[in-house]
């Protein structure tokens, strides 16, 4: 990994059991047993059931936040993993949210936030 300030997994799941995506009370237990069991400690936690149907969960971590959002009807949701903690195993925790939900297919996207050869660069042309 490239040091930086922090590190963004972005999570796209397809085919996840849509009973699962509508579980706000199991998803809200399992992600925030996932993060305690990495070492990641949970501020807090804010969810909303949309109607029909839908959830947004973001939990407030002491390293950043992490944000699910759900699409019941088209067995999809999204994740958002930004963590400042740059010691995370966040293989581990990917791996542990994919054996949770069981999706038929997942895309990853990995971001470097604030990398710290250019935030030294800019520093020094000050």
């Known amino acids: 990994m490239i040091p930086a300030l922090g590190y963004h997994v972005i999570?796209?799941?397809y085919g996840v059991d849509s009973?699962?995506?509508e579980n706000h009370k199991l998803?809200?237990?399992k992600?925030?047993?996932i993060l305690k069991?990495?070492?990641v400690k949970v501020l807090s936690y804010e969810y909303h059931h949309f109607n029909p149907q839908g959830i947004s969960i973001i939990f407030i971590l002491e390293s950043s936040h992490v944000s699910i959002h759900t699409w019941p009807e088209n067995e999809y949701l999204s994740i958002d993993i930004y963590v400042c903690d740059t010691n995370l195993d966040l293989d581990k925790i990917k791996d542990e949210i994919l054996e949770f939900l069981k999706p038929k297919e997942y895309t990853l996207y990995f971001l470097n936030r604030g990398i710290i050869e250019k935030i030294e660069r800019m520093n020094n042309k000050l």
């Open 11 to 13: 999570l796209d799941l």
């Open 19 to 21: 009973f699962t995506l």
């Open 27 to 29: 998803l809200i237990k």
């Open 31 to 33: 992600f925030s047993e």
């Open 37 to 39: 069991r990495n070492g």
